[in-house]
């Protein structure tokens, strides 16, 4: 497959660091990033991307506001929402605006990724069913000492190897509490569990 252009809205650096990371792995090349509406519009008049990835929450202009302006602005540019947001209503009015894809932040990358290539490919994506987060129960969660270390490690980007050294443990080690993490947490990725942790915000961890 040839290499796929997008450009990326999303006002958490981290998340939308590690993910363009992932993207890049996969042949997928970001040539844009903005923080918000106004920049992701800015950018569009210089970039020629294949598609856009755009995240709903964002400051000075919300990608709400700039899925319409793009649009009218840009009517055959290929869109991808990717947000917490998981209300049936607002993911359908999206489809019926001309998205093309929704998808929630704790998806698992790999259905990112394919997402992206149907997409560019002109190929039906099927509206997944979207797997909220319990608020309820997400308060419940508890971590350990050890876990809250390796999370504030992983949210600076730290790799495993980084993590075992600066807590002098293995990487095996390091391994089993990221996967006890996603597993408390129901999510199935880093991207996705350093963005469950962005969304509660680090306090939540004290």
Known sequence: MSQINILFAEDHKLFR??????????????????????Q???????????????????????GSEAFTRLRDQYPDLKIILLTTHTEETLINSFYEKGAKAYLTKNT???????????VYENKFV??????????????????????????HLMVEG???????????????????????????TKTESAVGFVSYILKKGLNYLR
């Open 108 to 118: 698992d990358a790999d259905i990112v990724i394919e997402t992206i290539q149907l």
């Open 40 to 62: 992701l519009l800015e950018l569009l008049k210089t970039k020629k991307p294949d598609i856009v990835l755009l995240d709903i929450e964002m400051p000075h202009m919300n």
């Open 17 to 38: 660091e590690l993910l363009i990371k992932t993207l890049k792995e996969n042949n997928i090349n970001t040539i844009g990033e903005a923080e918000n509406g106004i």
């Open 126 to 151: 099927r509206k997944q069913k979207i797997l909220k987060t319990n608020i309820e129960t997400s308060a419940e969660i508890k971590f350990s000492r050890r876990e809250s270390e390796i999370i």
């Open 158 to 184: 730290k790799s495993n190897k980084q993590i075992a050294d600066k807590l002098s443990i293995g990487n095996k080690t390091v391994e089993a509490h990221k996967k006890n993490l996603f597993k408390k």
